[in-house]
């Protein structure tokens, strides 16, 4: 073979095994790159990534969708093991009341300190605006003995207000007495605020009646009777002032407005009974148990709640009082003079009624 044939056949050769180690550097340097990368995600037959489950306040919060959702946890002896959902425009809702054989709760507590100590201003019920980190928040349950709730000797005051006016002098009329001036009941707002009042919920103060849940002697209810034009216009906005949890009891009959405020709850005060009977008296002492049962039922469905009602005029009698309860109300709220304790007829809450004229002064002299 020609010498200028050999050279290029060694110049075919070296071309290929070029390429020949070329290749195989390459699949050499890929293989290493592949064994120094993590472990990937595991997969599905199907080939698709499998995630780790959420945890249950992970699928609480994925489920609700919303950056307001805030996921409620709880701990502490007795302290319920799934979190609930919250909102933090709100206030707290649905809050549990745990039972534990031989004590009594005391309560929610931001820190297992607060809970400890029984601190009642850091107290959190369903009077109190959700805050929460992160979308998450947790809550301490306090206990106490039965004897230490007893001790405690609360009496609980549900104050009951009617209309409001603007005038100093107050309104004329027969109705006069029902009509708060707006400056006291700002004053009697602000006290109330002020001084570290506790309020309790509805569902707390049938517990404390029971004697399933302390309440401090420092308590409060606010009621107000009717839901009248002017406790719309001029009270509610000092109730929003000073952030206090109210109730108002509403004939529904005659208007179903939404809540004014989140400090304001709505609660039956019948649908169509704040009327007189055939004897002059209300019809709750007139009708039977059935048609205050039906009565009640309509009520409850167009507010949403069952939970506790105002007697019209506070009239009622055992046969009202079955009526109620036939209709899947626990409580009912007077208008006797009185403060809740422990062990109070739950169908026939006393009060203490505001009337025209009644200062700060006078109102520090009934509730401390």
Request: a negative charge.
């Amino acid at each position: 073979m020609a010498t200028g044939g050999r050279r290029r056949l060694k110049a075919v050769a070296i071309i290929v095994s070029a390429v020949v180690l070329l290749g195989g550097g390459a699949a050499g340097a890929y293989a290493w790159t592949a064994a120094s990368r993590e472990p990937s995600a595991p997969r599905s037959e199907a080939g698709a990534i499998q995630h780790p489950p959420l945890s249950p306040v992970q699928q609480l919060l994925h489920d609700a969708d919303d950056p307001l959702a805030c996921a409620l946890t709880f701990a502490g002896e007795g302290a319920p093991s799934d979190p609930v959902l919250q909102w933090q425009n709100a206030l707290y809702q649905g809050l549990p009341i745990p039972a534990r054989d031989g004590f009594v709760f005391g309560g929610w507590y931001p820190t297992e300190a607060a809970a400890t100590a029984f601190d009642q201003a850091a107290r959190v019920n369903g009077a109190d605006a959700v805050v929460c980190v992160d979308q998450q928040v947790q809550l301490f349950s306090a206990w106490m003995t039965p004897e230490q709730n007893v001790a405690e000797n609360a009496q609980i005051p549900i104050l009951m207000y009617h209309q409001f006016t603007a005038k100093p002098e107050g309104e004329s009329g027969w109705l006069r007495g029902n009509y708060a001036y707006i400056g006291d009941f700002e004053a009697q707002m602000s006290h109330i605020a002020s001084s570290g009042f506790y309020m309790p919920t509805w569902d707390e103060l049938s517990a404390f009646i029971d004697g399933r849940l302390f309440l401090p002697a420092h308590s409060v209810i606010i009621t107000d009777d009717d839901a009248d034009q002017s406790w719309f216009d001029l009270a509610v906005p000092v109730i929003d002032e000073y952030k206090l949890l109210s109730t108002s009891f509403m004939i529904t009959a005659y208007r179903q407005d939404p809540p004014p405020s989140i400090y304001v709850q709505r609660r039956s005060h019948t649908n169509d009974m704040h009327q007189a009977g055939d004897n002059g008296k209300g019809r709750m002492v007139n009708w039977t148990a059935d048609q205050i049962a039906a009565d009640l039922n309509t009520s409850g469905d167009i507010l949403g709640v069952r939970e506790v009602i105002a007697y019209p005029y506070g009239h009622y009698n055992d046969t009202a009082k079955q009526g109620v309860a036939q209709a899947g109300y626990e409580m009912a709220r007077t208008i006797e003079p009185g403060l809740v304790t422990i062990g109070t007829d739950k169908l026939a809450l006393p009060v203490v009624r505001i009337d025209y004229g009644m200062t700060v002064d006078a109102l520090i002299k009934r509730i401390g």
